[in-house]
């Protein structure tokens, strides 16, 4: 007989990832007609409000964490996988937006092994994301792209307070909509954990973290939010060229 515990949990939590796929799909798609994510460029993710994911029964694939996020440990979120393109998240929302769960330890990560792999991003999504409680928030979004504009501004040779203080100057509005402010951080190799600690580190003070010569990353409460934080970046980079 089918396990009936199993269909039962595994039919809830489709129920919770339609609309939170369909939000952070939106925002793709709203990027990718931008022209802010070139080929499979990009990255987004969404941590669930506690207790809202119910761990399924089927085979999951894992990776050992280099330093546990304890808290995050026992938190789901969604997050687009390696390789997939913004353009189509609509149509494949429901396969390129993975369920990442932390072990209960921190420690670890796992996700359902017929999913493709989370993005490779996932070391800083996971360190950023475990600020949200200390903001006050039960969920939170990521949403990083490569803003045209943003990006060349980020590859100039001057330093990066400079930079800053120029799109304040450019954009007086973002001192009223960005609370937390905006800092450049310099070129480090994508996708590793030291990446992510700095950039952590810089959103205990920020909205949204500028990698120089990389992309953006804007960090709020929801994924509309976050692309809000990302529009208004990129409207003050494109101000100063």
Request: charged residues 20%; aromatic residues 6%.
């Amino acid at each position: 007989m089918p396990d009936q515990r199993k269909d039962t949990g595994e039919n809830a939590n489709r129920e919770v990832f339609s609309g939170h796929r369909l939000d952070i799909a939106r925002v793709a798609n709203h990027l990718a007609i931008m022209g802010w994510c070139e080929g499979n460029a990009g990255n987004i993710s969404l941590l669930l409000p506690r207790g809202e994911y119910t761990p399924e029964v089927h085979p999951q694939a894992s990776m050992p964490l280099p330093e546990p996020v304890r808290p995050l440990a026992g938190r789901t979120i969604l997050i687009t996988t390696s390789g997939s393109r913004f353009r189509r998240m609509m149509i494949d929302r429901e396969t390129d937006i993975v369920p990442v769960t932390v072990s209960r330890f921190g420690n670890s990560i796992l996700w359902p092994e017929d999913f493709r792999r989370p993005s490779s991003e996932i070391s800083t999504h996971l360190q950023v994301l475990a600020l949200a409680e200390g903001r006050g928030w039960p969920s939170a979004s990521i949403v990083h792209t490569h803003s045209t504009s943003v990006l060349a501004l980020s590859s100039s040779d001057l330093p990066g307070e400079t930079l800053e203080d120029a799109m304040w100057r450019a954009h007086p509005e973002l001192s009223q909509l960005l609370e937390n402010g905006l800092r450049f951080l310099d070129f480090q190799t994508p996708g590793t954990w030291e990446l992510g600690k700095c950039t952590a580190e810089l959103f205990s003070r920020s909205d949204v973290v500028i990698w120089r010569k990389h992309g953006i990353l804007a960090f709020g409460s929801d994924p509309e939010t976050a692309c809000d934080y990302v529009e208004l970046a990129e409207k003050a980079a494109v101000l100063l060229l």
